[in-house]
């Protein structure tokens, strides 16, 4: 049976190789001008039903570039074809379809369309632009239709795009995800989304296009090889193609506040040199009065951040665009400052316990990136190469106090008070332990890679056999690392009167490589001629080895012989190494080495039909993902340990995706189902023990076993030009079998927390989104969008009290979260916008003794953009924040954030002078609550101060490219 099914397969897919019957033509303005994407639909001559829809795309005939349409017919029947595009007359054309036996196209006359225009005497008429259209399967924006806050980045602009959300600088357009971003279709900072939100400036921009971009192996073999990935592409106005853009804005304000942003790019007809600057103390704060900051929690960053980025990238460009040679390279310094409180509840079978924390710390880092990448594209072959390395400082300080409680404290007040001299007895018979922390560290890292790819067709002609290929790559990473850490601890047991006083000091240098070498064959079942279907699999064998190094020295200072707290205060080391050496701590301290040689051998196809635009695209992939693995661990801590593994990991990837687009919109869908496996760590394994942090000890466990996840995914989406509707839909499953946990054991007489890993079943999670949005009225005014993400999660763990045996906790979490917005713009005059968003989060347990948990996070945001007489312009924010059901009362609080920005523009709108407050009603706090089956964490964190600051901003442009004539004769 399993024979016949596959032969009934194959011969289905072998008739889907037989080129279909199809006219093809031009649509040309009164001029025969070809218009590009023009609307060509089939009609039935019976009903006037559509059969078909295809739109005018670029071809090349003889080095000349023509917009043509294709649409599939069928031999000795008659059609109908309407035509239509904006801003022309619809026109209608029959067409009698008459072939010979072996011909497949026929050529249709030019159609012409003449513009749709009204001569109305003495009246001036504004149109309401245009903000989005369907071009094949390219979704176009129009820059010019969006109502920008003067001074404006490009992250502003793709907040305002219809259909679009922008949220921890990740973009989704129509609910999928964006996979690179792209300026004038060529790479920008190796498609960093951030490198281009927060440098490129808005007026540079002429449209945003976006699509589903072939792969550089589907531009090589010339079909689709199922590496396409939705990108969002970038076309900046002619006059700034050819020549230099720069913007510069410097900016200073109360509360010490500053910011100078500098964007410098060259452009010339093969090369693009682009300079970035960025230096400031703002945490890279939006602008005020942006539409589609949804986020439930004030967005004022954690903690204070102190930024300097320096970028600079070059491209050159060859024939086509995989002939090129880019260079990336940056310069980032980061001094955070960061501040946090934090409430814990610890779920615990016999009672719950608390614990009350304060942290503060300031850690700097700073790094140095380069990166080089080359591509060339022959007619048979093709090479690329990325080599990159960075290398990276840190240093910084912390500084903690927590105190642990068998009662729930009245707030975090009472944390202060614990460390009091003369604490009120009540609440000190509560507290098991009380803990001082104080450290500072430094550490540096160097790293190497390096990537290469060779791909070959084996034949010289254009038959099937010729499609095939051969790849060849090879990978290769290096990095070397080190950190020194100094520590001192102090630790009150309350319950015994015990104290327990550390002064630590650790080095841990660290080394490691892995390389990699894979061969991969693709043979070509089917491949049509023109790239419509196609069919094929590929034999894969790679080779992995990686090597870890690693060394912990600990050393415990407050044992050496001479010791006082007053001689050896932070940062102090005895005089000799012989000294050190001697208060080595060799229960604690190790040395590692493990190597991993892995062998990846497997087989997947592929399968893809039509392009999506004038025939549905569907595609349909699968892989077994079966590696052959081998560790081995040469351990060493008191004594020696020598251990070695081997795994068959079986880890299939299976999948299909169908996507249709045409000019009155898009269908999209996906599913996919995925298996992995994953396994302990080899020092988990080991039957050790680790007490460095007398609170919290760690078992190993030699008896753990891989963990399993099955995962399901789909998505569904559907777009409508005509009212600029958006619906979609997404559902996910996942299950863990033998998840790896841990257990649990807290003494609750001195709050020491012991842990081991262990296997156990009962992980699992569902979960759903939606996403739609509508014009609701005629003149497209009025926009409603709304989203909406639901989750439930089965977590299970193993936590219990020393003394009793080992309890499953099933804790049973559901999130929920959802916004509405609501968009008004008028013009480029007026824009309001309203949003609402809720955010809610619920926990309940089988035990008996569990504390039910729901909290909620709401918020009210209405923000605009007006523009004013004298040629000022005005945007402002106003949002509610509450939160509700947190257990410290003092969390549970409402505040009210108010931004706005006063700009006005000189020099023909060259010279901009803004003005921005920022929290003008001083109530910003920045608080979260996290949940899962070991306990609920509520904290809150420093944030941005309130402050006025003052914006110079100055544009430069040089150069100005003049529009490329389609046509000899239009020179």
Do not use: C
């Not at 990935?229 to 002619?238: A, G, P, T």
């Not at 010339?268 to 939006?286: E, P």
Request: no cysteine; aromatic share 12%; glycine share 6%.
């Amino acid at each position: 049976m399993l024979r016949k099914f596959t032969f009934l397969l194959f011969l289905l897919m072998v008739a889907t190789t037989i080129q279909a019957r199809h006219i093809t033509g031009k649509v040309v303005d009164t001029d025969h001008r070809d218009l590009e994407g023009a609307t060509v639909e089939l009609l039935s001559i019976a009903d006037s039903s559509v059969i078909r829809v295809a739109q005018t795309k670029e071809v090349q005939l003889w080095g000349w570039k023509q917009w043509v349409y294709e649409l599939d017919v069928e031999n000795n029947k008659s059609y109908l074809l309407r035509v239509s595009m904006l801003g022309y007359q619809t026109q209608y054309k029959k067409v009698d379809v008459k072939m010979a036996d072996r011909a497949n196209e026929q050529r249709v006359d030019d159609i012409v369309l003449a513009e749709n225009a009204r001569q109305l005497s003495e009246v001036v008429v504004k149109a309401t632009k245009i903000k989005m259209v369907m071009k094949g399967d390219t979704v176009v924006y129009d820059a010019s239709a969006f109502n920008l806050s003067e001074g404006s980045m490009l992250d502003a602009l793709v907040q305002q795009m219809p259909g679009a959300t922008l949220e921890n600088g990740v973009i989704k357009v129509n609910g999928r995800t964006i996979s690179s971003l792209l300026v004038d279709g060529r790479d920008f900072f190796n498609g960093d989304a951030s490198k281009a939100m927060e440098n490129l400036p808005a007026y540079t921009v002429d449209k945003i296009k976006v699509y589903d971009k072939a792969g550089r192996e589907s531009r090589f073999q010339g079909v689709d090889m199922g590496d396409k990935e939705l990108v969002l592409d970038v076309n900046l106005k002619k006059q700034y193609k050819h020549g230099n853009i720069s913007n510069v804005d410097l900016a200073l304000g109360s509360s010490d506040r500053y910011q100078a942003r500098l964007f410098s790019m060259f452009y010339g007809k093969k090369s693009r040199l682009t300079l970035t600057g960025n230096v400031n103390n703002v945490n890279n704060y939006r602008v005020p009065g942006q539409d589609n900051v949804t986020g439930d929690l004030p967005d004022a960053g954690s903690g204070l951040s102190a930024r300097k980025q320096f970028g600079l990238e070059y491209r050159f460009e060859g024939k086509t665009e995989d002939d090129y040679y880019k260079t990336s390279n940056s310069y980032t310094a980061v001094d955070n400052d960061n501040t946090s409180r934090t409430n814990a509840q610890t779920f615990l079978t016999g009672g719950d316990y608390y614990n009350l924390s304060t942290n503060a710390n300031r850690p700097k880092n700073y790094t140095l990136y380069t990166r080089h990448v080359f591509s060339r594209m022959f007619k048979r072959s093709m090479l690329f190469g990325d080599v990159n390395a960075s290398h990276s400082h840190s240093k910084g300080w912390n500084s903690s106090m927590s105190g642990r409680f068998n009662q729930k404290p009245w707030g975090m007040s009472a944390l202060d008070s614990i460390f009091m001299p003369n604490a009120d007895h009540a609440l000190m018979q509560t507290v098991i332990n009380r803990v001082r922390n104080a450290g500072k560290y430094q550490g540096e890292s160097t790293s190497f890679s390096g990537y290469f790819n060779h791909s070959i067709k084996l034949g010289k002609g254009e038959d099937l056999w010729s499609q095939n290929n051969i790849s060849l790559e090879a990978n290769a990473h290096y990095n070397r690392s080190s950190n020194d850490r100094f520590a001192l601890n102090r630790i009150d047991y309350l319950s015994t009167g015990a104290k327990d006083d550390r002064n630590q000091f650790s080095q841990s240098p660290n080394k490691s490589y892995d390389y990699s070498l894979t061969a991969e064959y693709t043979h070509f079942l089917i491949n049509d001629s023109a790239g419509v279907r196609n069919f094929y699999v590929r034999p894969r064998y790679a080779y992995k080895q990686s090597y870890d190094s690693q060394t912990y020295d600990l050393y415990r200072l407050d044992q050496l012989a001479d010791y006082d707290s007053l001689s050896y205060g932070m940062g102090v080391l005895p005089s000799t190494r012989e000294a050190l050496l001697s208060v080595k701590d060799g229960n604690n301290s190790y040395w590692s080495d493990q190597m991993t040689r892995t062998h990846d051998a497997d087989v997947s196809f592929v399968f893809s039909s039509g392009d999506g635009v004038q025939r549905p695209r569907f595609m349909a992939y699968g892989n077994p993902g079966l590696s052959f693995k081998y560790d081995n661990l040469v351990y060493y801590r008191q004594r020696s340990y020598n251990t070695s593994r081997h795994d068959v990991l079986f880890q299939p990837n299976l999948g299909m995706m169908y996507q249709f687009n045409d000019s009155t919109g898009n269908v999209y869908a996906s599913f996919n189902y995925r298996s992995s496996e994953s396994q302990p760590g080899m020092t988990s394994m080991l039957d050790i023990r680790d007490d460095a942090n007398p609170l919290y000890v760690t078992l190993g466990n030699t008896n753990l076993k891989n963990a399993r996840t099955h995962s399901v995914n789909a998505q569904w989406g559907k777009f409508q030009m005509r009212t600029q509707s958006m619906l979609s839909l997404g559902a996910n499953y996942s299950i863990t079998r033998n998840a790896l946990a841990t257990a649990v054991v807290y003494d609750k007489q001195t709050g020491v927390t012991t842990s081991q890993p262990r296997n156990i079943n009962g992980n699992w999670q569902v979960g759903g989104n939606a996403f739609a949005q509508r014009v609701l009225d005629k003149k497209k005014h009025l926009t409603l969008q709304g989203n909406i993400y639901v989750n439930y999660n089965n977590s299970v763990d193993l936590t219990t009290v020393e003394g009793m045996d080992n309890t499953r906790s099933d804790v049973h979490n559901t999130m929920a979260s959802g916004s509405v917005g609501l968009t008004y713009q008028l013009g480029e005059g007026l824009r309001l916008s309203l949003t609402p968003a809720v955010n809610y989060r619920h926990a309940t347990s089988d035990r008996k003794d569990f504390s039910e948990v729901s909290a909620w996070n709401y918020n009210f945001r209405f923000s605009g953009m007006v523009h004013l007489p004298w040629s000022f312009e005005l945007s402002s924010d106003l949002t509610s924040y509450n939160r509700r059901g947190y257990n410290d009362d003092q969390m549970n609080t409402s505040e009210w954030v108010w931004n706005a920005r006063l700009t006005r523009g000189f020099l023909k709108k060259r010279l901009t002078l803004s003005l921005d407050a920022f929290d003008i009603l001083a109530q910003l706090k920045n608080t979260d609550v996290t949940l899962n089956s070991q306990g609920r964490t509520e904290t809150w964190r420093n944030s941005l101060p309130r402050y006025v600051m003052v914006h110079l901003s100055y544009k430069f442009n040089s150069g100005m490219a003049k529009p490329k004539p389609r046509y000899p004769w239009e020179n």
